[in-house]
């Protein structure tokens, strides 16, 4: 049989040992510094930026840009509208030396997407585009806030897409505010229609428009609005009661 170890033992078998985290010392553990780091000036203008527009009531007109086609909807534009994309330098230079070589044959060139506000818009007001995309993410943006409404009174589909950095890949730029299909070929037109059937059933301009963007409130405010809330379930929990 083992011996019994006194009590006094058993008190100072194990000693506390704190750690100490100075130099040269204990190493800390890991923790989360994301609060402590000073990030660059952009970043924290669009983080202000989102939590501001999440807070705030916007009318309808804005409304509508916050609510972009679905990433289904959006993978079938993107997918049509990159068949379309303009020619670039080299491709332009190969077609131009063709057409001086062929000089009885004209070279025209290629149908592809139309981009820039002013284009879009000419497009627009002759009716000559058929599928009008705007981004979503436009600043400032009073630049395409009128958009959407001049497509609807001349009768022409618009789509808000997600973001303004696709719309400008597809044209071979930084970024663009709008993009235009103005023809496409034969064997795309039912893809086409397709899309603008699409658009036509998922997202409806006319009732976004009338409805105002609720803003989502924060941390700090959904905790009052709650206590609040408790304190007056209480109240009338104890009303009930001393009626009972």
Aim: charged share 25%.
């Amino acid at each position: 049989m083992c011996a019994k170890v006194p009590k006094e033992i058993q008190k100072v078998r194990f000693t506390a040992k704190p750690r100490h985290f100075g130099i040269g010392q204990a190493v800390p553990v890991k923790r989360d510094l994301t609060r402590y780091v000073k990030w660059p000036r952009y970043i924290r203008i669009q983080r202000q930026r989102k939590i501001l527009n999440s807070r705030l009531k916007v009318p309808g007109q804005i409304n509508v840009f916050r609510h972009p086609v679905d990433k289904n909807l959006r993978t079938n534009i993107v997918k049509l509208a990159r068949k379309y994309s303009p020619e670039t330098v080299a491709q332009k230079k190969a077609r131009l030396a063709q057409a001086s070589k062929e000089s009885e044959v004209t070279t025209l060139a290629p149908q592809y997407l139309r981009f820039g506000i002013h284009n879009v818009t000419n497009l627009i007001e002759k009716k000559e585009a058929k599928l009008v995309l705007v981004a979503h993410d436009v600043v400032p943006l009073e630049l395409v806030l009128w958009m959407p409404a001049l497509c609807q009174r001349v009768g022409v589909t618009c789509a808000i897409i997600k973001s303004k950095s696709l719309l400008g890949e597809l044209v071979h730029q930084k970024t663009a505010s709008c993009v235009a299909f103005s023809s496409v070929k034969p064997e795309h037109e039912a893809e086409l229609q397709t899309v603008i059937d699409a658009i036509k059933a998922k997202s409806s301009y006319t009732t976004l428009r009338r409805q105002v963007g609720k803003p989502v409130l924060g941390g700090k405010a959904m905790h009052k609005i709650a206590k609040v809330q408790a304190a007056i379930r209480k109240e009338a929990d104890s009303k009930a009661k001393l009626n009972l």
